[in-house]
């Protein structure tokens, strides 16, 4: 599969959050050329504030390899991550994270992220964790105005 299938697939698993009343937000983990893992956020559905997307994806990924350590795979998720997933993307060791919509594009549709670019964060901290921007930003960034003509949108 491409790259761009693989943000394909986070772009239907962050529909599925969003008709499950989530924020837009999805992230699947691969290895190998096969995904072990896809989530959405799930912050409204745990009242746990930390439940974004990609830390549920690195959960769900350490379970089924059954280790804390994902060297070896790639993570590709529809926003940029912030500075709590990108650190949790670091501490996980995933080698490299795609993302499509910006810090900017998020902002614009009302999320109060800390505008810190995802690159200059890795690094600034030294992490080895490749990010590529960009990728299907266009579809990416048109799951905000799903989200909120949904009618599922919520105020941070």
Known sequence: MTNEQFM???IEKTKEGIFAGQSPFGAVIVKKGKVVASAHNRVWKTCDPTAHAEVNAIREAAKELNTIDLSGTVMYTTCEPCPMCLSAIH???????????TI???????FKELEFPAKELAKLGKSPLEVEDGLCREECAALFPLWKN???SRSY
């Open 8 to 10: 394909k697939m986070a």
């Open 91 to 101: 501490w996980a060791k995933i080698d490299k994270v795609y993302f499509g919509a």
């Open 150 to 152: 949904a009618g599922l």
């Open 104 to 110: 900017a594009d998020a902002a614009d549709a009302g």
